[in-house]
């Protein structure tokens, strides 16, 4: 296990609602980053976050947002959900060096479910 | 970051050792090899990653031609629990903002009992 730890772990929301993910990063990370992995893909980078601020972005819509707290928990929020944002939603930490590099940690992902 | 290919899937032995191959023609010299594994409805896992030289941990080996243009990932004695989508990433380390992991569909490696 990797310390890395996400709420909720399942959710179903409707087309239209919006949703909050949180992440709590292993202790000694201070970065964290988010994907996005559809059915039978690969994750896709949605953004990280260093130092309470976002620090890179992938393909992804404004309505794809996040916060990062002082002791470097994070949330992702969406906005106006669309069917295609079924998906498990992973989180990441890193120290922030080497998550410039490529060594993260992952969670074990939230379900979201949009009907 | 370099475009890498893999085998779609393969299979191995219990207690043999596993070689995952990876195809990295494009890469550049200030490109590092990563290597990750997902197992069924688990977050990826951070397996190893290496520049030009073989890396070795307690979980797997790395073997980077000398030409850079392939690796293979060497499970030494594997297990059922190896069972896994690996994939190969390869990416420079960022002196500036993050742009993320870029994973591929990898190779679903299944060990037979």
């Known amino acids: 296990e990797t310390g890395v730890t996400q709420s909720p772990t399942h959710l179903i929301k409707t087309r239209g609602q919006q949703v909050t993910l949180r992440c709590s990063s292993q202790s000694g990370h201070n970065t964290v980053s988010w994907y996005q992995q559809a059915l039978g893909q690969g994750p896709q980078f949605i953004f990280q976050?260093?130092?309470?601020?976002?620090?890179g972005r992938g393909n992804f819509p404004p309505r794809f947002s996040g916060l990062q707290f002082p002791n470097y928990s994070s949330e992702l929020n969406v906005n106006a959900l669309e069917l295609d944002d079924s998906a498990l939603y992973l989180c990441?930490?890193?120290?922030?060096?080497?998550?410039?590099?490529?060594?993260?940690?992952f969670g074990p992902g939230t379900r979201l479910t949009v009907t | 970051d370099a475009k890498t290919t893999q085998p779609p899937s393969m299979d191995c032995a219990e207690g043999r050792a596993a070689n995952l191959p990876c195809n990295h023609s494009t890469i550049s010299g200030n490109e590092y090899v990563y290597w990750y594994r997902q197992i069924h409805s688990q977050g990826p896992q951070y397996i190893i990653h290496?520049?030009?030289n073989n890396e070795t941990n307690e979980m797997a080996s790395l073997i980077i031609t000398e030409d850079r243009k392939s690796s293979t990932l060497i499970l030494p004695h594997a297990t059922l629990r190896d069972t896994a989508v690996y994939y190969c990433?390869?990416?420079?380390?960022?002196?500036?903002?993050?742009?993320?992991?870029?994973f591929g569909k990898g190779t679903h490696l299944i060990i037979q009992p």
């Open positions: 990433i390869v990416r420079v380390h960022s002196g500036g903002g993050a742009d993320g992991l870029t």
């Open positions: 976050y260093y130092r309470e601020e976002e620090n």
């Open positions: 990441a930490s890193s120290s922030f060096l080497a998550g410039l590099g490529g060594e993260q940690y």
């Open positions: 290496g520049l030009k």
